[in-house]
């Protein structure tokens, strides 16, 4: 169900043409798009997008709040995903890519309960529900409709979305936050695309995001990442 905005007859023409730029992309829909991922963290930015979409009067089915057509399906199916992908990440691809086998930014969290809980509240709300749905459901749409409704299209806005994501993932995690952050992103993207809802998406990103933080917790990454390659 979408937004319920009812303007009042006086002011009624303003506010269409407002809501109108916003889902546009004149200036104020470019700025729009530019500045919701720059929000602060990603749940804030999580937050906007839902204040673009009252304001644009945009339907929520638009950035993925759907209900997914089995919400057993998408929850289990999304733990068990993201479980078994970080490990696949942390154990093939990211010696694969010359990671280090530490996360050094957040090596603090070894053997530390309360950082750890802390943490884990964190990328549930900040990753799971907030980067979902500010570059999933929010700027792949926007690229999307940008560049037209054709497979190239989708393509080209699933890329842009996984770069601009990776990008942000920079500055606290360095490059080996980057080359994770792109394939994540991808996969993330491709399953919004193939389910047309948020909700398994979501429950894969917090899981990876929590197992991630379980190896670091109970010091297991380097056992996990030279399993496969010694």
Not at 39 to 47: D, E, K
Not at 50 to 65: F, H, K, N
Request: glycine share 10%; charged share 10%.
């Amino acid at each position: 169900m979408g937004p319920d905005i009812k303007p009042s007859p006086s002011a009624g023409a303003t506010e269409d043409g407002w809501a109108a730029r916003l889902r546009g992309f004149g200036p104020v829909g470019i700025l729009a798009t530019a500045l919701i991922p720059f929000a602060g963290t990603a749940f804030i930015g999580a937050l906007l997008v839902l204040v673009w979409a009252r304001l644009s009067r945009s339907p929520l089915a638009e950035i993925g709040y759907v209900a997914p057509r089995s919400w057993t399906r998408a929850i289990a199916g999304g733990f068990v995903f993201g479980v078994v992908f970080k490990l696949v990440m942390k154990a093939v691809v990211m010696p694969l890519l010359g990671a280090a086998p530490v996360n050094q930014t957040y090596h603090y969290l070894a053997g530390n309960a309360a950082a750890t809980a802390a943490m884990a509240a964190f990328v549930t709300l900040s990753g799971g529900f907030g980067e979902e749905t500010v570059y999933r459901g929010f700027l792949l749409k926007r690229f999307y409709m940008l560049f037209g409704s054709r497979r190239a299209a989708l393509l080209l806005a699933l890329a842009l979305t996984a770069i601009w994501f990776a990008a942000m993932h920079y500055p606290d995690q360095g490059v080996d936050g980057v080359k994770q952050a792109v394939i994540t992103g991808l996969a993330f993207g491709t399953m919004f695309v193939m389910t047309g809802s948020l909700v398994m998406p979501m429950v894969t990103h917090a899981t990876f995001d929590l197992v991630a933080i379980a190896l670091i917790y109970w010091d297991l990454e380097t056992r996990v990442a030279h399993f496969v390659f010694k």
